[in-house]
């Protein structure tokens, strides 16, 4: 199974700032197939990025991912006020999926 | 309405059985893969089973194997999670989410039904 720590486990920033959150798996990830969810308090997850860098329907183009193997990294490039909530990464592609444990990001 | 709707939460004693559903609506069951994810209070997203749009298969996290089973009847647009043996580590938010190709990321998720194990 492939463990998925995230990085920081809280990040305070304010509207207007950049925010880059780390994900790092404990092996290679699969032909790149790591994407990231957004979750909000009281609603259900909602992917943003897959295979790394591709954005899903909808999602802002503030958003964007990178990283390959091990490695992996979601920025916002400029935070808007609905852009604060819990993101987590996720690897998929084989039988068993495995999510990191969550950035919060919050508000200054 | 594109969705999905799960039911069959409750409070039950350590060591019965629960079977939780998914009802989905707004688009062709039959056609995805679909997952169950669980979130245990002041944890992260645990993945828990995977079923093919044809049920000819199912995976299993290594922390239910031997006690959940996923099943899905197309004809009723439904998608279940049959749990025996359960344990008050299962306590948690249980949700179904929709494949968007085999085995791929989840783009269509539940709102979640609550599951807790306690006697």
């Known amino acids: 199974e492939i463990v998925l720590t995230q990085s920081p486990g809280t990040l305070s920033l304010s509207p207007g700032e950049r925010a880059t959150l780390s994900c790092r798996a404990s092996?290679?990830?699969?032909?790149?197939?790591l994407a990231w969810y957004q979750r909000k308090p009281g609603q259900a997850p909602r992917l943003l990025i897959f295979?790394?860098?591709s954005r899903a329907t909808g999602t802002p183009d503030r958003f964007s991912g990178s990283g390959s193997g091990t490695d992996f990294s979601l920025t916002i490039s400029r935070l808007e006020p609905e852009d604060f909530a819990v993101y987590y990464c996720?690897?998929?592609?084989?039988?068993?999926?495995?999510f990191g444990q969550g950035t919060k990001l919050e508000m200054k | 309405q594109v969705q999905l709707v799960e039911s069959g939460g409750g409070v039950v004693q350590p060591g019965r059985s629960l079977r939780l559903s998914c009802a989905a609506s707004?688009?062709?069951?039959?056609?995805?893969?679909m997952h169950w994810v669980r979130q245990a209070p002041g944890k992260g997203l645990e993945w828990v089973s995977f079923?093919?749009?044809?049920?000819?298969?199912?995976y299993y996290a290594d922390s239910v194997k031997g006690r959940f089973t996923i099943s899905r009847d197309n004809s009723k647009h439904t998608l279940y999670l049959q749990m025996n043996s359960l344990r008050p580590d299962d306590t948690a938010v249980y949700y179904c989410?929709?494949?968007?190709?085999?085995?791929?990321?989840?783009?269509?998720w539940g709102q979640g039904t609550l599951v807790t194990v306690s006697s």
């Open positions: 989410a929709r494949d968007t190709y085999h085995l791929g990321p989840f783009d269509l």
């Open positions: 707004g688009f062709t069951f039959s056609g995805y893969g």
């Open positions: 079923i093919p749009f044809d049920g000819s298969d199912n």
């Open positions: 092996q290679s990830v699969t032909s790149d197939y």
């Open positions: 295979g790394v860098s």
């Open positions: 996720q690897q998929y592609g084989s039988p068993l999926y495995s």
